[in-house]
């Protein structure tokens, strides 16, 4: 699409050139021309394609290089080529798609007069898939008009705001609309948002997770609807090529330049991972024993399937004086920010979260691999092949088995699958906290939002999902830091064992686990954590103690009181309360009850003799920047290391 200035016709020309020496439907190459940002340019290389307001606001920012997609991305978008790229989490997606489209409005508005009816009209709409995201979206393209604000506008439709209010924000016409497809497709309809003649470009971030998340029907009556003009230009910005995004780029695109940055050998060893093969109960034990004696440096994001357990792990922290917060769907939207918030600045160092987007995709794996890797056939060569990932199209099965017993597998996975979903859906509906489909459809922390030095992530409950497991684990190494992670795989034979702490989706994990190894192969693979089991069985007790405390009335009192506490805290509220003063006092002197999870002063201490005592074993080379220190023991076998290698040396065999 060219451009008003004519300063920046040859730029797009040469841009075009660019364009043409790669085949469209196939992997852009690493760029070698003169013209691409280099190290010592920075985004100053950028500066006969972007204004000058933008680059002052990148320096103040604090922006140095730009990222590899966003060295490709970038003079392709100005050149008005659509683009669709696939990126690692953490790889800089964000602007590369954010600096093209703001340059395009202020190119758009440079030939215009304010008086003229066009100069204040919607031209770019970016669609997310949770509001999590939608809000952090909104501050980094925010952040960039920090020099332009007089002329560009952004909103954010996807906030928990009043119709009304979001209407008069839209009636404004914001230069750039961030929305959920549900949303925009809402004012769409409404005709509060008008983009059929005024739309240049329309972003969908997350694109492989946009469909996963119960937007398909307002995906398609958005594009399908009358609603957007027949030319526009496009970005699909994606971490992983599935099904979803192939039918997406049929729907929007029109012969894309596809771009798809594999992380290096570099950025792919900063992420070391492990797992460890335990029962249920002994998730809460290695769990207690990890960060009660600080083998973890830094915070630490905890993932599980549904918001019981969500409620009971921090009760069964809090036995042992471990400070946590706890972050979920029924949370109001700006208190989920608010948590996001205090956690990045490091007020809690320990994050629970939930993970529901995984057990909604468990049925979905199987299709979106084969989508996925049908998606790199067509767009890589052959000899790409030795770097696949997530995408490599591999059977699950024992190869020797017949097809019969394959059936059966395949029968009984589907039928766990389906139990985990009905399991989620009694508790989260039926449960009395008001909790809709709709609602969870926008809420995900695996996915986007942008956690700042997470040193380590612990999946406690195993994903569902090969793609729920990639971007889990995203979350820390990012942005060139070190991270670990670590997964509790629940072996076929232990499955509900404990039928009161066990989780409806560790029936998925002898399925699951191995795609996800294979997966992982391309990243260093995923070792295996052999630690003494003799050492944490000392634990064991006290472990046992404090999760006999946390009872299913605890959990349930747990959850009330959280969503009391910002019902009594809402804005919203307030002049309501300030009418019906008796409702606010019922609300504060509102008695419990059962009896709260009772705390004991002496469960807040280890006992000397409890502590691991092996000498003679050293911390590895690497341990002083990896986020769980590393020792290696006889046999090469790896342990988790506490701070004091002396006085707390590793539990390893």
């Not at 917060?325 to 490091?346: A, D, T, W, Y």
């Not at 942008?450 to 729920?468: E, G």
């Not at 999760?547 to 002049?575: D, G, H, M, N």
Request: net charge positive.
């Amino acid at each position: 699409m060219s451009h008003s200035p004519p300063t920046h016709t040859h730029v797009a020309a040469a841009a075009e050139r660019a364009v043409d020496d790669h085949a469209d439907d196939h992997t852009q190459a690493a760029p070698s021309s003169s013209k691409q940002p280099t190290a010592q340019h920075g985004f100053n290389a950028f500066a006969h394609l972007l204004d000058p307001r933008i680059l002052r606001s990148l320096a103040a920012l604090g922006f140095g290089s730009p990222t590899p997609v966003q060295k490709e991305a970038i003079p392709l978008a100005l050149a008005g080529k659509d683009i669709l790229a696939r990126a690692s989490t953490g790889s800089g997606k964000t602007l590369a798609y954010g600096l093209p489209v703001l340059q395009k409005v202020i190119d758009a508005k440079k030939s215009l007069s304010r008086s003229d009816p066009a100069y204040q009209a919607t031209r770019a709409v970016v669609l997310v898939p949770t509001r999590e995201l939608s809000e952090q979206v909104t501050g980094q393209i925010g952040a960039l008009l920090e020099y332009c604000r007089d002329q560009v506008s952004i909103a954010n439709i996807a906030r928990d705001a009043s119709s009304s209010v979001q209407k008069l924000l839209l009636s404004e016409r914001p230069d750039i609309v961030v929305a959920t497809p549900s949303r925009a497709l809402a004012y769409l309809q409404s005709k509060s948002l008008h983009l059929a003649a005024s739309l240049e470009s329309l972003v969908i971030d997350e694109a492989d997770l946009i469909l996963s998340y119960g937007h398909d029907d307002d995906v398609r009556a958005l594009l399908g609807g009358g609603f957007l003009p027949k030319s526009f230009q496009s970005y699909l910005m994606s971490a992983t090529m599935t099904s979803d995004v192939q039918k997406l780029k049929g729907l929007v695109m029109r012969n894309p330049a596809i771009l798809k940055v594999q992380d290096d050998v570099a950025t792919a060893s900063n992420l070391t991972q492990y797992y460890a093969t335990v029962s249920e109960e002994d998730k809460f034990l290695l769990t207690y024993v990890i960060l009660k004696l600080r083998l973890i440096k830094g915070k630490c994001i905890l993932f599980v399937n549904d918001v019981d357990r969500c409620y009971r792990l921090r009760l069964f922290l809090e036995q042992f004086g471990l400070r946590s917060v706890v972050l979920n769907k029924e949370l109001p939207i700006n208190s989920r920010f608010h948590i996001v918030q205090e956690f990045n600045k490091g007020v809690y160092d320990y994050l629970i979260a939930t993970d529901e987007t995984s057990i909604r995709t468990a049925e979905r794996d199987d299709d979106d691999e084969e989508g996925e890797e049908k998606g790199a056939d067509a767009s890589d060569d052959d000899d790409d092949n030795d770097n696949a990932t997530a995408e490599a199209k591999q059977s699950d099965e024992d190869p020797t088995a017949t097809p019969s017993k394959k059936r059966k597998r395949d029968a009984a996975a589907k039928s766990a699958a389906a139990d985990v979903a009905s399991s989620s859906k009694s508790k989260n509906g039926g449960g009395g906290t008001g909790t809709g489909t709709g609602k969870s459809a926008e809420f995900g922390v695996s996915r986007g939002i942008d956690f700042v030095a997470v040193s380590c992530v612990i999946n406690f409950d195993l994903p569902t999902s090969v793609r729920s497991y990639t971007h889990r684990v995203g979350r820390t190494a990012r942005a060139g830091a070190t991270g670990t992670s670590l997964s509790f795989v629940v072996p076929a034979d232990m499955v509900r064992k404990h039928k009161i702490i066990a989780s409806p989706t560790s029936a998925l994990d002898a399925k699951v686990w191995p795609r996800i190894e294979r997966a992982q192969r391309a990243r260093g693979g995923v070792k295996e954590w052999k630690f003494d089991k003799k050492q944490v069985e000392g634990f064991r007790y006290r472990m046992q103690d404090a999760l006999r405390s946390v009872t299913k009335l605890s959990i349930r009192e747990a959850r009330i009181r959280e969503l009391k506490e910002e019902v009594l805290k809402s804005e919203k509220l307030k002049a309501f309360f300030e009418d019906n003063p008796t409702d606010l006092a019922y609300l504060r002197h509102d008695k419990i009850l059962g009896k709260q999870t009772r705390l004991q002063a002496h469960m807040k201490h280890v006992p000397s003799y409890l502590r691991p005592r092996i000498v003679g074993i050293k911390p590895s080379p690497s341990s002083s920047s990896s986020s769980i220190n590393e020792g290696a023991g006889k046999d090469g076998e790896v342990g988790f290391v506490a701070k004091k290698a002396k006085t707390q040396p590793p539990l390893c065999k």
